[in-house]
């Protein structure tokens, strides 16, 4: 394997099937771009003579969209910047943080990552999209589904306040898991 010494930009990117590294080699000299998602060559360009512009590629089991955008400074200065979807990296993370909620938890010695899609109420573990039952109940729904032989359940109850909207609770084996911050 080649050393990466172009290499000038990496980024982490959780997604609800996991979290992604995106890294990017640009050769300034040679006009040389590649990206690599989560260590796999996505794309490669030799001798690209605009050594500025962009390249679009897809990012994990959804293909969720994405794009470095290639900027020049000064002289021979350049800015690199990630969109997921058509946002900044900073706004996508503003916006996943109201649209999903996260969970990392351990079972019997095994990390687990589980996402929650509040939009579509989709339920992501480790990068698999899960087998859900959900049901009403009296305050609310119940999304219900199994990991590792355990009974894992996602509580949707009214905060009662119309700023915080619905709260969703974890809770595997009677046992509420707290939300993690990614």
């Known amino acids: 394997l080649e050393k990466m010494t172009d290499l000038v930009a990496v980024w982490e990117v959780a997604l609800s099937d996991g979290v992604h590294k995106i890294e990017f080699e640009h050769g300034t000299t040679s006009g040389k771009r590649v990206v690599y998602v989560d260590g796999k060559e996505e794309i490669r360009r030799e001798w690209m003579f605009k050594l500025v512009g962009k390249e679009t590629f897809t990012v994990g089991a959804t293909k969720t969209k994405a794009a470095i955008n290639i900027d020049a400074v000064s002289g021979f200065a350049y800015e690199y910047t990630l ?73 949707a109850v009214s905060s009662g306040k119309r700023k915080e909207g619905i709260i969703h609770t974890l809770i595997v084996d009677n046992r509420e898991i707290p939300e993690a911050v990614e």
């Open 83 to 155: 969109e997921i979807n058509g946002k900044s990296l900073k706004q996508y993370i503003e916006n996943r943080l109201k649209t999903t909620n996260t969970w990392i938890l351990n079972l019997g010695g095994t990390d687990y990552r589980i996402v929650l899609e509040k939009d579509t109420m989709d339920v992501w573990c480790n990068g698999e999209k899960m087998e859900t039952a959900g049901e009403f109940v009296e305050d609310g729904t119940e999304t219900h589904f199994t990991v590792a032989d355990h009974s894992c359940c996602i509580k």
